[in-house]
């Protein structure tokens, strides 16, 4: 079992950043990958970064890559996500999840274990 806690979401002008941050605990192996995707209201998940838990590893969606950044503190036990230059259309509730496949994907549905979400607004 792996759980997950996400925090850091707010309300941001758009150009602004956030950093959201997600606590992990439980059984993780390094070759498990840490995604981030977010969902907006009246749209599907949609992925946006992952990154393998020993490091490496790293996707990101097109429409977030070259502002956002995944990162992983193994020591913490955390998985990050910088992100810069906000836009309003990055506006959604954020999720963290774990894979326990050992390769990089963007389907939800390949993910096993999820957090309860953070809200990120991007006022314009």
């Known amino acids: 079992q792996v759980h997950l806690v996400e925090s850091g979401g707010g309300l941001v002008q758009a150009g602004g950043s956030l950093r959201l941050s997600c606590a992990t605990s439980g059984r993780t192996f390094n070759n498990y990958y840490m995604g981030w995707f977010r969902q907006a209201p009246g749209k599907e998940r949609e992925f946006v970064a992952a990154?393998?838990?020993?490091?490496?590893?790293?996707i990101y969606a097109d429409s977030v890559k070259s502002r956002f950044t995944i990162s992983r503190d193994n020591a913490k036990n955390t998985v990050y996500l910088q992100m810069n230059s906000l836009k309003p259309e990055d506006t959604a509730v954020y999720y963290c999840a774990t894979s326990t496949r050992g390769y990089p994907s963007s389907g939800a549905a390949l993910y096993d274990y999820w957090g309860q979400g953070t809200q990120v607004s991007v006022s314009s």
């Open positions: 990154i393998r838990w020993s490091g490496g590893g790293t």
